[in-house]
């Protein structure tokens, strides 16, 4: 059987663990996520990557494994407390600017150049401001999201509210979209036209 387990994970992904779990944070990115994040921020020199959802930084800490020395990445997280973790074991990298704020008001109110990849890993960005997401993705980047598998404890009203996501993304114009039954369940859309 073909092994998928990541090779090459992120040196701070043991620390990291060990905070989100002393934490009781229970939602950082599975590991195979974190690989393909890695490969896409890796897949284009000088690009701009923005997270929405830092958590405690496990998936902070895997695009900047696969981000080239002059990448960018800008991660978003409401809660001071499980950013802090992430901002003590990766904020001397200086390719990394964390903002500590409600996403959504951050998606309103940026005013800057496009991301190569926009990971949204929280409401905003995914099932909220989504078209402000999608705006900030450069032509021929990258739109990702995660967690799109249902698990027996999602109330209805979720599991509606991500049938409806899915089968909006997969119509809209100006972009080309894959599901990927894999990692907690992902749906890839790269933009096709400006």
Do not use: C
């Not at 690009?47 to 991660?75: F, H, I």
């Not at 998606?107 to 900030?136: C, I, N, Q, S």
């Amino acid at each position: 059987m073909f092994d998928d387990s990541p090779r090459q994970p992120p040196a701070a992904l043991p620390t990291l663990r060990a905070a989100a779990s002393a934490a009781g944070f229970t939602m950082s990115s599975e590991e195979r996520t974190g690989a393909l994040l890695a490969t896409l921020a890796a897949a284009r020199p000088g690009g701009r990557v923005l997270e929405l959802g830092t958590g405690v930084g496990e998936g902070t800490a895997w695009l900047l494994t696969g981000l080239p020395s002059d990448g960018e990445l800008v991660t978003v997280e409401l809660s001071d407390a499980h950013q802090a973790v992430a901002r003590a074991e990766l904020g001397d990298d200086p390719r990394v600017s964390f903002v500590t704020g409600d996403g959504g008001a951050w998606l309103e109110e940026y005013a800057g150049a496009p991301f190569d990849l926009v990971f949204a890993d929280t409401w905003p960005g995914k099932f909220t401001h989504l078209d402000r997401a999608l705006a900030l993705v450069a032509p021929g980047g990258i739109y990702l999201i995660d967690d799109l598998s249902p698990l027996p404890e999602w109330p209805e009203e979720h599991r509606s509210a991500v049938d409806a996501l899915l089968a909006g993304l997969e119509n809209r114009p100006g972009f080309r979209t894959v599901r990927l039954s894999w990692a907690g369940g992902l749906l890839m859309a790269v933009r096709t036209a400006a």
